[in-house]
Protein backbone atom coordinates (compact mmCIF):
# COMPACT_ATOMS: atom_id res chain seq x y z
CA UNK A 1 0.00 0.00 0.00
CA UNK A 2 0.99 3.73 -0.32
CA UNK A 3 3.33 5.54 -3.33
CA UNK A 4 6.51 3.14 -2.62
CA UNK A 5 9.06 3.01 -5.51
CA UNK A 6 8.79 0.02 -7.39
CA UNK A 7 12.33 -2.14 -8.26
CA UNK A 8 13.12 -5.15 -9.95
CA UNK A 9 15.63 -6.61 -8.15
CA UNK A 10 18.53 -9.22 -9.46
CA UNK A 11 17.14 -12.71 -9.43
CA UNK A 12 13.85 -12.22 -8.74
CA UNK A 13 11.18 -11.93 -11.19
CA UNK A 14 7.01 -13.00 -10.71
CA UNK A 15 6.43 -9.12 -10.90
CA UNK A 16 6.16 -8.71 -7.47
CA UNK A 17 7.73 -5.53 -6.26
CA UNK A 18 11.26 -4.62 -4.34
CA UNK A 19 9.04 -3.69 -0.95
CA UNK A 20 6.52 -6.48 -1.08
CA UNK A 21 9.39 -9.38 -1.35
CA UNK A 22 11.69 -7.64 1.50
CA UNK A 23 8.06 -7.63 3.44
CA UNK A 24 8.13 -11.01 2.86
CA UNK A 25 11.30 -12.22 3.76
CA UNK A 26 11.45 -10.30 7.26
CA UNK A 27 7.50 -10.00 8.11
CA UNK A 28 7.66 -13.76 9.83
CA UNK A 29 10.95 -13.54 11.52
CA UNK A 30 10.00 -10.47 13.05
CA UNK A 31 6.50 -11.62 14.12
CA UNK A 32 7.86 -13.91 16.02
CA UNK A 33 9.71 -12.24 17.74
CA UNK A 34 6.53 -9.94 19.01
CA UNK A 35 7.06 -7.45 16.00
CA UNK A 36 4.71 -6.43 13.72
CA UNK A 37 5.91 -4.95 9.96
CA UNK A 38 4.31 -1.37 9.78
CA UNK A 39 5.88 -0.48 6.46
CA UNK A 40 9.04 -1.64 3.84
CA UNK A 41 10.31 1.02 1.71
CA UNK A 42 13.47 1.26 -0.64
CA UNK A 43 14.70 3.95 -2.80
CA UNK A 44 17.13 7.10 -2.93
CA UNK A 45 19.56 8.01 -4.86
CA UNK A 46 24.01 7.33 -4.57
CA UNK A 47 23.09 6.55 -1.04
CA UNK A 48 19.61 4.00 -1.05
CA UNK A 49 17.89 3.81 2.08
CA UNK A 50 15.61 0.98 3.07
CA UNK A 51 12.98 1.81 5.63
CA UNK A 52 11.67 -0.34 7.67
CA UNK A 53 8.99 0.77 10.14
CA UNK A 54 7.21 -1.93 13.14
CA UNK A 55 6.33 -2.08 16.95
CA UNK A 56 4.85 -4.24 19.32
CA UNK A 57 1.27 -5.67 19.31
CA UNK A 58 0.49 -2.80 21.61
CA UNK A 59 1.63 -0.23 19.66
CA UNK A 60 5.12 0.30 21.62
CA UNK A 61 8.60 0.69 20.19
CA UNK A 62 11.74 1.46 22.29
CA UNK A 63 15.32 2.22 21.04
CA UNK A 64 16.12 -1.34 22.68
CA UNK A 65 13.67 -2.83 20.12
CA UNK A 66 14.69 -1.05 16.96
CA UNK A 67 18.32 -2.08 17.72
CA UNK A 68 16.44 -6.02 17.77
CA UNK A 69 14.87 -5.16 14.60
CA UNK A 70 17.42 -3.83 12.64
CA UNK A 71 19.85 -7.11 13.92
CA UNK A 72 17.21 -9.83 12.79
CA UNK A 73 16.49 -7.68 9.59
CA UNK A 74 20.27 -7.46 8.77
CA UNK A 75 20.47 -11.38 9.25
CA UNK A 76 17.85 -12.07 6.95
CA UNK A 77 18.90 -9.82 4.36
CA UNK A 78 22.41 -11.23 4.32
CA UNK A 79 21.53 -14.17 3.39
CA UNK A 80 18.79 -13.86 1.18
CA UNK A 81 20.83 -10.82 -0.31
CA UNK A 82 17.26 -8.97 -2.51
CA UNK A 83 19.19 -5.39 -2.64
CA UNK A 84 22.03 -5.29 -4.88
CA UNK A 85 24.89 -3.30 -3.72
CA UNK A 86 25.11 -0.99 -0.66
CA UNK A 87 22.26 0.91 0.98
CA UNK A 88 21.39 2.08 4.83
CA UNK A 89 18.83 0.52 6.68
CA UNK A 90 16.43 2.64 8.49
CA UNK A 91 14.76 0.82 11.68
CA UNK A 92 12.03 3.14 13.48
CA UNK A 93 8.74 3.08 15.09
CA UNK A 94 5.47 4.48 13.52
CA UNK A 95 5.46 7.41 15.34
CA UNK A 96 2.33 9.44 16.99
CA UNK A 97 1.22 10.91 13.52
CA UNK A 98 1.93 7.73 11.89
CA UNK A 99 1.31 6.06 8.63
CA UNK A 100 -2.12 3.86 8.11
CA UNK A 101 -1.23 0.75 6.40
CA UNK A 102 -2.97 -2.01 7.33
CA UNK A 103 -6.87 -1.94 6.94
CA UNK A 104 -7.16 -2.90 10.50
CA UNK A 105 -5.46 0.99 11.34
CA UNK A 106 -8.29 2.35 9.61
CA UNK A 107 -10.49 0.90 12.15
CA UNK A 108 -7.87 1.43 15.53
CA UNK A 109 -7.44 4.80 15.22
CA UNK A 110 -11.28 5.19 14.32
CA UNK A 111 -12.11 9.17 15.44
CA UNK A 112 -8.69 10.97 14.85
CA UNK A 113 -7.88 12.95 11.99
CA UNK A 114 -6.26 11.54 8.85
CA UNK A 115 -4.95 12.36 5.23
CA UNK A 116 -5.82 9.93 2.60
CA UNK A 117 -4.80 9.87 -0.98
CA UNK A 118 -6.00 7.66 -3.51
CA UNK A 119 -4.28 5.91 -6.68
CA UNK A 120 -7.61 7.09 -8.96
CA UNK A 121 -9.80 9.71 -8.22
CA UNK A 122 -13.02 8.94 -6.03
CA UNK A 123 -15.89 11.27 -7.15
CA UNK A 124 -13.29 13.58 -8.74
CA UNK A 125 -10.91 13.84 -5.67
CA UNK A 126 -7.78 12.21 -4.81
CA UNK A 127 -7.14 13.84 -1.60
CA UNK A 128 -9.40 13.81 1.67
CA UNK A 129 -9.06 15.02 5.01
CA UNK A 130 -11.02 14.18 7.77
CA UNK A 131 -12.15 11.96 11.07
CA UNK A 132 -11.69 8.13 10.44
CA UNK A 133 -15.15 6.34 11.11
CA UNK A 134 -14.28 2.85 10.59
CA UNK A 135 -14.74 0.30 8.19
CA UNK A 136 -17.78 -0.19 5.91
CA UNK A 137 -18.41 -3.69 4.45
CA UNK A 138 -16.27 -4.41 1.65
CA UNK A 139 -13.60 -3.24 2.73
CA UNK A 140 -14.41 0.36 2.74
CA UNK A 141 -12.54 3.51 4.98
CA UNK A 142 -15.48 6.05 6.11
CA UNK A 143 -14.15 9.34 6.33
CA UNK A 144 -15.93 12.27 8.07
CA UNK A 145 -15.06 14.42 4.98
CA UNK A 146 -14.79 18.49 5.83
CA UNK A 147 -17.99 19.08 4.65
CA UNK A 148 -19.71 16.78 7.60
CA UNK A 149 -20.20 14.26 4.45
CA UNK A 150 -19.14 10.59 4.57
CA UNK A 151 -17.03 9.19 2.21
CA UNK A 152 -16.28 5.86 1.35
CA UNK A 153 -12.99 4.83 0.51
CA UNK A 154 -11.84 1.39 -1.02
CA UNK A 155 -9.10 -0.01 0.75
CA UNK A 156 -7.11 -0.66 -2.59
CA UNK A 157 -7.15 2.06 -4.30
CA UNK A 158 -5.40 3.83 -1.49
CA UNK A 159 -2.10 5.36 -2.13
CA UNK A 160 -1.39 7.07 0.90
CA UNK A 161 -2.80 7.52 4.32
CA UNK A 162 -1.56 9.07 7.97
CA UNK A 163 -2.73 11.00 10.85
CA UNK A 164 -2.40 14.52 11.12
CA UNK A 165 -1.07 15.25 14.40
CA UNK A 166 -3.99 17.03 15.81
CA UNK A 167 -4.10 18.43 19.44
CA UNK A 168 -6.47 15.79 20.05
CA UNK A 169 -4.03 13.03 18.86
CA UNK A 170 -1.29 14.22 21.11
CA UNK A 171 -3.53 14.63 24.27
CA UNK A 172 -4.80 10.81 23.68
CA UNK A 173 -1.03 9.62 22.99
CA UNK A 174 -0.05 11.07 26.15
CA UNK A 175 -3.25 9.67 28.41
CA UNK A 176 -1.55 6.29 26.37
CA UNK A 177 -5.30 6.09 24.55
CA UNK A 178 -4.11 5.23 21.19
CA UNK A 179 -1.58 2.75 20.50
CA UNK A 180 1.68 3.04 21.97
CA UNK A 181 0.82 6.30 23.81
CA UNK A 182 1.60 7.46 26.76
CA UNK A 183 4.31 10.46 28.37
CA UNK A 184 7.45 10.47 26.41
CA UNK A 185 10.57 9.08 28.29
CA UNK A 186 12.33 12.65 28.76
CA UNK A 187 10.81 15.63 27.22
CA UNK A 188 8.26 16.21 24.27
CA UNK A 189 10.60 17.06 21.40
CA UNK A 190 13.37 14.23 22.02
CA UNK A 191 13.99 11.87 19.32
CA UNK A 192 16.46 9.29 20.21
CA UNK A 193 19.11 7.57 17.41
CA UNK A 194 21.17 5.03 17.35
CA UNK A 195 23.81 3.67 14.80
CA UNK A 196 24.43 0.25 14.16
CA UNK A 197 27.73 -0.12 11.80
CA UNK A 198 27.26 -3.54 9.88
CA UNK A 199 30.78 -4.68 8.24
CA UNK A 200 31.44 -7.55 5.73
CA UNK A 201 30.60 -11.02 6.08
CA UNK A 202 34.72 -11.86 6.33
CA UNK A 203 35.12 -9.01 9.34
CA UNK A 204 31.99 -9.02 11.59
CA UNK A 205 31.71 -6.36 13.74
CA UNK A 206 29.51 -5.71 16.90
CA UNK A 207 26.33 -2.88 17.31
CA UNK A 208 27.78 0.57 18.53
CA UNK A 209 24.99 2.76 19.82
CA UNK A 210 25.22 6.54 19.41
CA UNK A 211 24.43 9.01 22.14
CA UNK A 212 21.41 10.17 22.07
CA UNK A 213 19.88 13.03 19.87
CA UNK A 214 17.46 15.48 21.37
CA UNK A 215 15.33 17.99 19.33
CA UNK A 216 13.59 21.08 20.86
CA UNK A 217 9.95 21.23 20.09
CA UNK A 218 6.53 20.94 21.11
CA UNK A 219 5.32 17.67 19.52
CA UNK A 220 6.20 13.81 21.66
CA UNK A 221 8.87 11.93 19.97
CA UNK A 222 7.76 10.49 17.11
CA UNK A 223 9.74 7.54 16.92
CA UNK A 224 13.35 5.65 17.72
CA UNK A 225 15.48 4.76 14.89
CA UNK A 226 18.45 2.10 14.28
CA UNK A 227 20.59 2.61 11.72
CA UNK A 228 23.22 0.85 9.84
CA UNK A 229 25.33 0.55 6.77
CA UNK A 230 25.52 -2.91 4.94
CA UNK A 231 29.00 -3.71 2.51
CA UNK A 232 28.83 -5.63 -0.45
CA UNK A 233 32.69 -6.25 0.01
CA UNK A 234 33.91 -10.02 -1.24
CA UNK A 235 30.48 -10.25 -3.49
Known sequence: MGQRPTFSFWGYSNHV??????ARLIGPPLEAMGFSLVRVRYGGGRRPILQIMAERADGTMTVADCADVSRAVSAVLDVEDPIPGEYMLEVSSPGIDRPLTRLVDFERFKGFEARI???????????????????????????????GSTVLLPFHAIADAKLVLTDDLIAASLRGEVPGGGPPPDDLGEEISLDVVSAPASQPAPAKPDAKKARSGSKPARSGKSNAKRSTANR
Do not use: H, W, Y
Not at 17 to 22: C, Q
Open 17 to 22: DGNTRI
Open 117 to 147: EMSLPQDGRKRFRGRLQGLAEGEEVQLADAD
